[in-house]
């Protein structure tokens, strides 16, 4: 059974970064797109963003996002997410996520940018 666990989340201030890391496990991981969701409180799930299964590619679901960049490590089995300039509207459960051939979710990590 697929499996990904997230880390990194945690409590920072108004303008700050972080670095979530997935680490997922069970399936050819550098065989699949894995892609970042985060659910704010009260709000539904949105997408932050994608990477291809080799890494060349990415994209994003916020619209005018530079503040974002997704990587991957594929010998570590390992999807990052660093965030920077951080704003209370990121606040927010962020998940792993991979829907072939079926959805995956891990079981998140919180962020929470308040000062």
């Known amino acids: 059974q697929v499996h990904f666990v997230e880390s990194g989340g945690g409590l920072v201030q108004p303008g700050g970064s972080l670095t979530l890391t997935c680490a997922a496990s069970r399936f050819t991981f550098g065989a699949y797109a894995i892609t970042w969701y985060r659910q704010a409180p009260e709000k539904e799930r949105e997408l932050v963003g994608y990477i291809t299964n080799n890494g060349m590619q990415s994209g994003f679901g916020i619209p005018g996002n530079g503040r974002f960049t997704i990587s991957r490590d594929n010998a570590k089995n390992m999807v990052y997410l660093t965030m920077t300039n951080l704003e209370p509207d990121d606040t927010g459960v962020y998940y792993c996520?991979?829907?072939?051939?079926?959805?995956?979710w891990g079981q998140g990590t919180q962020v929470i940018v308040s000062s």
């Open positions: 996520y991979r829907d072939v051939p079926q959805d995956y």
